[in-house]
């Protein structure tokens, strides 16, 4: 099998367009199942995060599976995040735990999960100094080569700036909800300014966007499903996507994005249905 498509992330690695999100996959069983169809049909990235409960059953999922594909650990691209418990004097705690969890030598993409910390209120004034010891730890775990490529998860355009003019090792990553209602044009014009790769998550918009008449005329068009759609859309934009199924036909569907194209006016009526919707957290008031 070919090497699936990927994307140059700023520090050169190069991170696959397509991977397996994992929220919400729980036990060993479910992990197991769902990697094990994954890695059959061409997925060669994990996301995980230290909130989802799940890292330990991933590390030991690939650790048992690479072998049955013919893989090694540099084969495979895998991500997790750091947990808003973590967040500040916690965070060399929480991304050593994650480490440790997965059983790995190194982790390809550390993100910290969430600009507030856990307990604090979100205006509180001192979750921007939480964020930055955060990002300061992770710079350090960087230069040892613990952690290869460094992001941020669910940052506005705000929180991203701050970190952009403060940091030593720029972030690779910004990975934050986004499908055709949810467009982030400010935040896409700061990673292109910045030289961020934007990755997309809740691409079928928590599965509400799977039943909108527009998506659905457009996949019946291509003989194609309303999801590979909502993911070809965004891949075709150079947006990588993760989407999560515990359902190995799904997973396997999920993967067929790359043999066809959206025209340009179907990806252009595709961005007209933003609106600013929300399916998952809003960061917006997190100080």
Sequence with gaps: MSAPPSVALNNGLQMPLLGLGTYKLRGPEEVLAAVDA????????FDSAAVYRNEADLGRALKQLLPKYGLTRKDVFITSKLGPKDQGEKAMEGALHSLSQLDLNYIDLYLIHWPGTQGLPVADHRNPG???????TLEELHGQGKLKALGVSNYTPAHMRELMSSCRVPPAVLQVEFHPRLCQAELRSVCDESGVCFQAYSSLGKGELLSDPLILEVAERYKRTPAQVLLRWAVQQGIPVLPKSSNPERIEENSRIFDFELSRTDMERLSSLDCGQKFCWDPSQVA
Excluded at 38 to 45: H, K, Q, T
Excluded at 130 to 136: E, F, I, K, L, V
Aim: net charge positive; proline share 0%; charged share 15%.
């Design 130 to 136: 939480n964020r930055a010891q955060s990002w300061a």
């Design 38 to 45: 994954a890695l059959a049909a061409g997925y060669r990235a």
